[in-house]
């Protein structure tokens, strides 16, 4: 009975030790998918700042030129 004890130990530990790399590929990709989300996000407003100084610096720049 001791033996099948520790067996069933061993096994126990093998399967908290495969749902631990489970559970920390799965932090690992959330947190990856949520940089990335961040990132598109950032890059998105960067795009969308630059578009309206682009645009008000032409609109600055024929302003200028009707003078």
């Known amino acids: ?5 520790r ?8 399967h908290d030790i495969m749902n631990q790399h489970s559970r920390r590929n799965a932090r690992a990709i959330a947190i990856a998918k949520a940089d990335d989300s961040r990132t598109h996000k950032i890059l998105a407003l960067t795009y969308t700042a630059a578009a ?3 645009a008000a610096a032409i609109l600055g720049l024929s302003t200028l030129g009707s003078f």
Request: no cysteine.
């Open 1 to 5: 009975m001791d033996r099948l004890n």
């Open 7 to 14: 067996v069933y130990s061993l096994r126990t530990e093998g």
């Open 52 to 54: 309206i100084l682009t």
